[in-house]
Structures are given as C-alpha cells and as structure tokens.
DNA sequence: CGGAAGGTTGAGGAACCTCAAGCATGGTGG
DNA sequence: CCACCATGCTTGAGGTTCCTCAACCTTCCG
C-alpha cells in the first residue's frame, strides 16, 4: 500500500468553472487533481457531470484504502461532522457541479434527487466491503475488472452473445491505486494481472488497454456468482 | 465464516405492530429475527427507532459479510434496484419504523431528514472498508470494540478521564458475527479478545459483558491514531 | 542516451486460515 | 438434583495465502 504520500493541491491543477442555473458551481479539473484533502473543512458537496474521481481515506502511519471510485451522478464531500471523511482527487479529466451544503440543508427537492444516487452508492459499498472482507486477492481483481463491463455480472446481465463475449475498456487507476482499492500490494496486482493474461483470460495492450475476450469466464472468477447454473453451467473454471 | 446457513424467517417472530402518524408503520421484533433476506423484493424501507440490526451478504457459496450494524435512527432496506442487497436481522428487541417507497419517493421533507443519516452512514462504511482494506486483525478487533465506547476515538474525543478511564457495555453479536463482520475467522477473534484479556486491556465477565479499565490504551490498538501525539503521547503500546 | 516513474518477478517469511480436539454454559428431562 | 446434550467458545498444530524485500525490466520523455 501506498506509505507516507500526502499528495498535496498543487498536484494538478484546477482549470475552470462557470455558475449554473443558481444551484451550483460548474468546476474542471486535470486529471489527478486533488479536489480536497482528508480533514478539510467541509463547506460544499460535489456531483460528477463527467469524467472520474477516487476517494480515498489515509491511516496516520500512511497506509491508505480507496473508498469509492466515482463516475457520473457520483456524489462526494458529504460529511456528517464539519471535516472531509475522505480525499478527492481526479482520475480523469473531471467535469464537477458545487454545492453548498447550507443549500442542499434548505432545498427538499435538491435532497431528494440526491437521495436516490446516495442510495445506490451505499449499495456500492456493501458490495464493496464483501469483497474486502469475503473475497480472494484473484476474485477481488476479476470483480475491479468486471467494474469496466457495467452491463454485465448483475442483476439483468443479458448472459453472454453468442459467439463474440468480448469487452474493451481503459484503466483508469495505477496499479497502486488499484492495489490500495482492492486491500491489496501492487506486487499481488501485478502477478495476478499477469496471470489473468497468461491464462488466456485478458488480453493488455501496454499498461491500461485491457481486452476480455469471454466476459462470461471472467465473472465466473469473481466469487459473486455459482460456478454451475445460470449461464454458464457447462464450463466450469478454475480459481486461478 | 459462516457457510451455507440461510436464516428462515420462522428463525425469528415478528412481535406486533402499529400505525404512526401515517407516514409509516411501526413494527416489533424480537432477538435475532430476520427482518428481510437478500434478493427479496424492496417495497419499502425501514428505521431503527432502538434496538440493533444487523445487515449482511451472502456469497454463493455461503462466505457472509456483515455490513452494516444499525442502532436508533439507523436506515435499511434501501434498494437502488428492485430486490434487496442484503439481508436484514435483529440482535435484540427492536423497534423499526417501515416506510414505504413510493411515500418517500413523493416526499421531498421525508426524503431530506433521511438524507442526514444516509450520509452518516455512509462514512460509517467509508470507515469500514478502510478496516476491511487496511487494518491487521488485532486492529479491526480493537476498533470493534471502540465502536462501543461512542463518545471516544473520534473527531471531538475529550480525552482520558484523570485517574478512571473505563467503560463497561455488553456485546450484542457472537463470535461467529463479530468475524463475519471484521473479515476474519471465528477462530482468530477469540485468539484475539483472549490476547486482551491477557494482557489486561480488557476484562470479560461471561461471554458477553466487557470492561475496558483503559480506553485510551485500547484505542491506541485500533491503528487510526498516531501512538505518540494526542493524549497519548507518555506511553507507547505494543500493537499485540 | 540517460534518468525517472511505474511495473514485473522471485525468494522467503509473517499473518491469518483450516482442521481438529476439548472446554464452558445453559437448558431439559429423568 | 444431576446427567445429558446442544450450542457456542477456546486452543493448538500445521498449512496457505498474501506480504515484504529486493532486483530487474519497460516505457516515456527530455
């Protein structure tokens, strides 16, 4: 895990922002910009327009544990105290509404639209705390890669197409981002990437291009499903 | 970790019910009831008014996660999607308020007083995965044991009491629950809770009543404060 | 070409898990 | 009242998983 890193603010660099309609702050961000630092007074919440934001909490001798990993309508900065629970910085060039706390307090409506993706964040890290504290260090890394296939691996998976089960996507995280999310060393994540690739099972064009040729046989990996029934009974896979 | 037990609703008796000011209902239950299993369809959500809940996952192959423990005000039963993520069973007599969600959905004031404690909890489970990701054994057993102890160890701790810093309260889950809380096996907790026992950190009088002589020497176990610094400065601790 | 940052690989060890046995506690029935 | 049983907890020996430490590789960029 990371150790002893504090990134400070002017790791990147804020790059813009422009009123909306009364109910916020449009801001842009660089990638891996921090956005505010664990302990910082907490006067505003964010919301994602686009782009990608981690959140992150730091133990006081450095270990660090990424708590949430946000992309569109994902809110960040909520405190129930007056101080940040967490860190919040940029993965991706980062479009954010602002919002002050005071207004959201006042404005029921504001609250309620609010409530529905607070909701299914609380959901995220239900499934999020399973894997940390359930899953095997190659289930959790098949269940991060399996985050990249949004449509696939839950409730209302349409199983895979005949023939071509393949996906695309980008990293957007370090290895050691990706480590420090899943509870896990960078040594661990590389050899289980590597093994993954061995195996057939992905395919990485220089450190980020990540190609999955059968989405089924990766999630069997993941430890959220049964092995047997559902789509893919016929083959069963090994664990590693 | 527990395997392949599936609680049934018999496990448990629902206990009565009422009416209140028509904007839910309030239901009764005893010890150890299970209130909804995971997958169940979400009709509505429910508040702790007292008494405790626990909420947890399964994965398929029985491995069970606790991930949430709820006491007055607590929110559950939320669902993004239309099944539920996680089951929900009481560990003692419990009160709960059960709202509908097509009431709250309609509801902004509603919607906005649970907005409050949603992100409470939230940052609870901020502060879980981070023990989950990060925090060896004899750290998530101390931290368990501080989550007794409320007014200590965070954000506005007054400090030891000169000459008495104790607490005594009585733990409300069993072995088996406090591991599938912390990630860890039945085994390795009571290894554990008998190391403090040992070394005198706390006291244990039957298999459920606690005494802590020592809070600040105990929350110095728990891995979220620095050992030299703060109150504690003078005495430094052995993390075992 | 050289350096920096990030990633991979290997050997060895620590932490925690698994399996197995034995110990308390509390309730039940003869 | 006490034997008996069930449930839950503790303890120990041994094994697996993942971490630590260290070296080396790859890529990018000036």
Not at 27 to 38: A, D, K, N, S
Not at 159 to 164: L, T, Y
């Given at each position: 895990?990371?150790?002893?890193?504090?990134?400070?603010?002017?790791?990147?660099?804020?790059?813009?922002?422009?009123?909306?309609?009364?109910?916020?702050?449009?801001?842009?961000?660089?990638?891996?910009?921090?956005?505010?630092?664990?302990?910082?007074?907490?006067?505003?919440i964010f919301q994602v327009i686009d782009?990608a934001v981690?959140l992150?909490?730091?133990?006081?001798?450095?270990?660090?544990?990424?708590v949430e990993l946000l992309t569109a309508n994902g809110l960040f900065g909520w405190?129930?105290?007056?101080?940040?629970?967490?860190?919040?910085?940029?993965?991706?060039?980062?479009?954010?509404l602002?919002?002050?706390?005071?207004?959201?307090?006042?404005?029921?409506?504001l609250a309620q639209r609010l409530g529905a993706q607070l909701v299914a964040q609380l959901c995220a890290l239900h499934e999020h705390v399973t894997l940390?504290?359930?899953?095997?260090?190659?289930?959790?890394?098949?269940?991060?890669?399996?985050r990249?296939?949004p449509d696939?691996g839950h409730e209302g998976?349409?199983?895979?197409?005949?023939?071509?089960?393949?996906?695309?996507?980008?990293?957007?995280?370090?290895?050691?981002?990706?480590?420090?999310?899943?509870?896990?060393?960078?040594?661990?994540?590389?050899?289980?990437?590597?093994?993954?690739?061995?195996?057939?099972?992905?395919?990485?064009?220089?450190?980020?291009?990540?190609?999955?040729?059968?989405?089924?046989?990766?999630?069997?990996?993941?430890?959220?499903?049964?092995?047997?029934?559902?789509?893919?009974?016929?083959?069963?896979?090994?664990?590693?």
């Open positions: 895990m990371l150790r002893s890193r504090q990134a400070s603010s002017a790791d990147g660099v804020f790059d813009g922002s422009a009123d909306v309609h009364g109910s916020g702050r449009e801001l842009h961000f660089r990638p891996r910009t921090v956005i505010f630092l664990q302990g910082d007074e907490a006067r505003s782009g981690m992150y909490r730091l133990l006081p001798d450095g270990r660090r544990q990424l405190a129930p105290l007056r101080y940040r629970d967490c860190a919040a910085e940029t993965l991706l060039a980062t479009r954010c602002e919002l002050d706390r005071d207004l959201v307090d006042r404005s029921p409506a940390l504290g359930r899953k095997s260090a190659p289930e959790r890394v098949a269940s991060f890669l399996m990249y296939i696939r998976c349409p199983g895979p197409r005949d023939g071509d089960d393949c996906a695309h996507f980008r990293l957007t995280l370090l290895r050691q981002e990706i480590a420090d999310y899943l509870g896990l060393t960078i040594e661990t994540v590389s050899r289980l990437l590597t093994s993954l690739k061995r195996r057939g099972v992905v395919r990485m064009d220089g450190l980020e291009e990540m190609v999955v040729d059968d989405v089924c046989r990766l999630c069997r990996l993941t430890g959220t499903h049964l092995n047997l029934g559902q789509w893919c009974s016929a083959h069963t896979d090994e664990a590693r």
